[in-house]
C-alpha cells in the first residue's frame, strides 16, 4: 500500500465531514455547463454541414445532364413500345384487393430500370459499345417481359371480375 493510500485511510473521517465549499462547487458546474453548451453549438454547426453539404449534392446528381439515360439510348420505337405498356398499365383501373400484388411486379421494373442505369453508365464510362449495345437489348427484353406481365395480371383480373361479376373498389397502380 503506498503512502497516499495510508494517509487518506488514516484520515477518512476528516473527508468524511467536510463539506465541499460551494464557491468551489459553483465554479465546477459552470465549467462543465460550458463545456456542454460547447460541445451542443459544435453539434448544431456540424448537423448544418452535413445537411448543406447533402443538400448540394443531391442538387448536382439530380441536375447533372450529361449523363446518358439507358431509355434514351434505346431506339425509338423500342423505347416508345415500353412508354406505351407503361401508360397502359396506368390508366387500367384494377382491384383494390390485388394492387399490392401487382405493385410489386412493378416495384421489381424499378428496380430493374435503377440496375440497368448503373450498369448503362459503367459501359457509356468504358465507351465499350459493344456490351453497351447488350445490356440495352437485355434491359429492353426483361423490361418489356415485366410490363406484359403486370397487363396480363391487370387484365386476367379484370376479366374474372366481370366473368363473376364482382364489383369491387377499383383505383390505378403507381407507375
Not at 7 to 25: A, C, D, M, S
Not at 76 to 81: P, Q, R
Request: charged share 25%; hydrophobic share 30%; proline share 2%.
Amino acid at each position: 500500500m503506498s503512502d497516499f493510500e495510508s494517509y487518506l485511510r488514516e484520515h477518512k473521517e476528516q473527508f468524511n465531514t467536510q463539506e465541499v465549499n460551494p464557491t468551489i462547487w459553483s465554479n465546477i458546474e459552470q465549467k462543465t455547463k460550458k463545456s456542454h453548451r460547447k460541445n451542443r453549438k459544435l453539434l448544431w454547426i456540424s448537423t448544418c454541414l452535413i445537411i448543406l453539404t447533402g443538400g448540394a449534392l443531391g442538387y448536382l446528381f439530380l441536375t447533372k445532364k450529361d449523363t446518358p439515360s439507358i431509355m434514351a439510348g434505346l431506339p425509338s420505337e423500342k423505347a416508345k413500345t415500353l412508354l406505351i405498356k407503361s401508360q397502359k398499365i396506368q390508366s387500367i383501373p384494377v382491384s383494390n384487393e390485388y394492387k399490392n400484388q401487382l405493385q410489386l411486379l412493378l416495384d421489381q421494373v424499378h428496380y430493374l430500370d435503377k440496375l440497368y442505369e448503373s450498369t448503362f453508365q459503367y459501359l457509356h464510362n468504358s465507351s465499350n459499345k459493344h456490351d453497351m449495345a447488350k445490356s440495352q437489348l437485355e434491359y429492353y427484353q426483361a423490361k418489356s417481359e415485366l410490363l406484359d406481365k403486370v397487363l396480363f395480371e391487370i387484365e386476367k383480373i379484370n376479366n374474372n371480375e366481370k366473368e363473376f361479376n364482382i364489383n369491387s373498389d377499383k383505383s390505378r397502380l403507381v407507375y
